[in-house]
């Protein structure tokens, strides 16, 4: 059975002070691996889909990456309107294949 | 990136009624479309499956015949909550796959989200 475990489950941060958050995954052929913002009260909002171990995507403050373990969204100088739930999900299997989510981590940016 | 809308993003009915939520993908045809429902500070939990086309998929616990899915269309299914009751009410979230980035590179795409309140 496919598993997907984010860690932490809460982070604190400034304004400024850099920090990764960690999705452990495990899965029988992975098919892709991706990344969701979460708004309170909204649907998820992509952000990146990774495919391969070594494969890295940026965007604005935020650098996704992947090994055949794990993935790490890294957020460089938050601010708080990066302040969110950051879910992880994995894509396993055929092509409709459906997607494993992790429980999120909700990030707080203080000012 | 593309775009997936809901409608109505709110509704409020009464116990016994049928609620019908719409999911349409607006600027890319999607065979494949999931229904997912939410409770507070959880996960996204998958209600079902939908193919164009064809019958949808329901995850083990889902009463189809509560939650009847229809994807009539490449760029729309809707969701009809049957006889709703008090515990019907949640978050509802939809989401579209986009194969226009080749084989094996879909993405999935999810809607605002439906907040449905039965009283």
């Known amino acids: 059975e496919d598993q997907v475990t984010q860690s932490p489950e809460a982070l604190r941060l400034q304004e400024g002070e850099s920090s990764s958050l960690n999705c452990s995954y495990t899965?029988?052929?992975?098919?892709?691996l991706f990344w969701y913002r979460q708004d309170p009260g909204k649907g998820p909002e992509f952000l990146f889909t990774?495919?391969?171990a070594g494969e890295e995507k940026e965007k604005e403050r935020l650098k996704a990456t992947l090994t055949k373990k794990e993935s790490f969204l890294h957020i460089t100088a938050p601010k708080p309107e990066d302040s969110a739930t950051y879910l992880c999900?994995?894509?396993?299997?055929?092509?409709?294949?459906?997607?494993?989510f992790g429980k999120g981590i909700t990030l707080s940016v203080r000012p | 990136g593309a775009v997936v809308s809901q409608h109505p993003s709110r509704v409020i009915c009464k116990s016994g009624t049928s609620v019908k939520i719409e999911c349409r993908s607006l600027?890319?045809?999607?065979?494949?479309m999931f229904w997912y429902r939410q409770f507070p500070k959880q996960s996204l939990m998958l209600m079902a499956t939908?193919?164009?086309?064809?019958?949808?998929?329901?995850e083990q616990g889902v009463e189809k015949d509560k939650f009847l899915i229809n994807h009539a269309s490449l760029t729309l299914s809707t969701l009809t909550v049957t006889s709703a009751h008090p515990e019907d009410s949640s978050f509802y979230i939809c989401?579209?796959?986009?194969?226009?980035?080749?084989?094996?590179?879909?993405?999935?795409?999810f809607g605002p989200g439906t907040r449905l309140l039965v009283l």
């Open positions: 989401s579209a796959r986009d194969w226009s980035g080749g084989a094996g590179k879909e993405t999935q795409y």
């Open positions: 899965v029988s052929g992975l098919r892709g």
């Open positions: 600027d890319f045809q999607a065979t494949t």
């Open positions: 939908s193919n164009e086309g064809s019958k949808a998929t329901y």
């Open positions: 990774l495919y391969s």
């Open positions: 999900a994995v894509q396993a299997g055929g092509a409709n294949s459906k997607l494993t």
